[in-house]
C-alpha cells in the first residue's frame, strides 16, 4: 500500500472545502487551513464547514483543521493553495522560504497576484524559493458545487516537471474525479486567468439581456483571444481545446455556479463594481485579473477586444451598453 500522502490545503472558502473532500477519498493526511477562527472552531465541533459548501461532511480522522499558518505548513510535504489571488499574500503572512523548504507548492488558485501581476507559481517559486520542478496547478472545469454533489469532474494537473504533475495526478484521481497530468504550466494558469475575464463579459451581455446566439459567438471570440494571448505571452506546442483550457471556458461562461458569470451578471443589471461584491459572497477573480492582463498587455499589444470591453466597464466607468455596443461591432 502507498504511503499516506501529507496534505496541507490552505483556504476556507468553497473551493478549499471541495479539495478536501476530494483528498478525504484517498489515504491522506490532511491539515486544513482557515483565517477564520470561528469557522475552524465550528468544523472542529460539527464537522462541516458553516460557510461554504456546509453539506460536505468533514471526516475529523483525516483532516485536522488549525488557524496557525506556519504549523499547518510544517506538518506536510504538500503544500495546496487555495484562497483566491488577492489574498494569497495575506494568508501567508509571515512565511519565509524556511517554512517551506523540501515541500511541494500546487496552486488551485485561477487568479493572479495583483499588486506584482504575477502567476501564482511565479511568485511562490521568487518569494519562498520552491523550486520549478516542485509546483504544480490545478486546472480544468470543476465546480466546488459539484463536487460537492459527487458529479463526475476532470481535473488537469500541470508542472514543467512531468512527474510531479502525475504525483499530485494521482492524488486526486477518485471516485468522482479523474485527472491527468500535463506540462504546460504556464499555458493553463494564462488560460485560467482569461476564461474568468471572458465569463464576465458573458454575463454582463447576458444581464443586458444577449441570447445564447450572442454568447456562442462571444465565447468562440473569446478562444482566439485567448490563443492570441497565450501563444504571446508564453509561446509552445499545445492543444487549446483540450478540457483543461477550453472546457474550463465553457464551464465557467455557462454555468450558473460560475462566480464570474454571476458578478458579470450583475454589473449588466446595472449593479455598481462595489454592490456586486456586498450581493455576492464569494470572490470573482476575474475582476483582479483583467486588471493585470490589461497592463500585461501594454507591454505586448495583443489584440483583445473583450478584455478591453470588460476592463472600461469595472475599471473606467463606461457603461455596459455602449461597451457591448462597440465590441458588437468587432465580433465576428
Ligand atoms: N469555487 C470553485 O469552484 C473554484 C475556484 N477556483 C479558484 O480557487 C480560488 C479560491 O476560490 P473560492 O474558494 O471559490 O473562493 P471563495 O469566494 O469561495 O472563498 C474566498 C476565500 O478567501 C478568503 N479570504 C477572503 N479575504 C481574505 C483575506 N483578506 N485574507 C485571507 N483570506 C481571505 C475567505 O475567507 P473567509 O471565509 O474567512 O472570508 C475564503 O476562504 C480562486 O482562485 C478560484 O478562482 C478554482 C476552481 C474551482
Ligand atoms: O474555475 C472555476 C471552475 O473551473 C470556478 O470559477 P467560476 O466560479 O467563476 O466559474
Known sequence: MNQAARITVVGGGSWATAIIKILSEGNNHIRWWLRSQQDADHIKKFHHNPSYLSDVQISPRKVRVCTKIKEALSASDHIILAVPAAFVSDALQGVKPAHLAGKSVISAIKGMIPEKNQLVTDWAEQNFEVPASRIAVIAGPCHAEEVALEKQSYLTMASQNMAFASEVAQLFNGRFVQTSPL??????????????????????????????????????????????????????????????????????????????????????????VQSAQMEMNM??????????????????GVSMPIVEMVYTVLYEKTSPVSATNALKAVLK
Open 283 to 300: 470572490i470573482a477573480e476575474g475582476y483582479y485579473a483583467v486588471k493585470s492582463i490589461h497592463e500585461i498587455n501594454q507591454h505586448y
Open 183 to 272: 506540462d504546460d504550466i504556464y499555458g493553463v494558469e494564462y488560460c485560467a486567468v482569461m476564461k474568468n475575464i471572458i465569463a464576465l463579459a458573458c454575463g454582463i451581455t447576458h444581464g443586458l439581456g444577449y441570447g445564447d446566439n450572442f454568447q456562442a459567438v462571444l465565447v468562440s471570440n473569446a478562444m482566439q483571444e485567448i490563443r492570441r494571448f497565450v501563444d504571446t505571452v508564453y509561446p509552445m506546442q499545445r492543444d487549446l481545446s483540450a478540457s483543461a483550457y477550453l472546457g474550463d471556458l465553457l464551464v465557467t461562461a455557462y454555468s450558473p455556479f460560475s462566480r464570474n458569470r454571476t458578478f458579470g451578471h450583475l454589473i449588466g443589471r446595472g449593479y455598481s
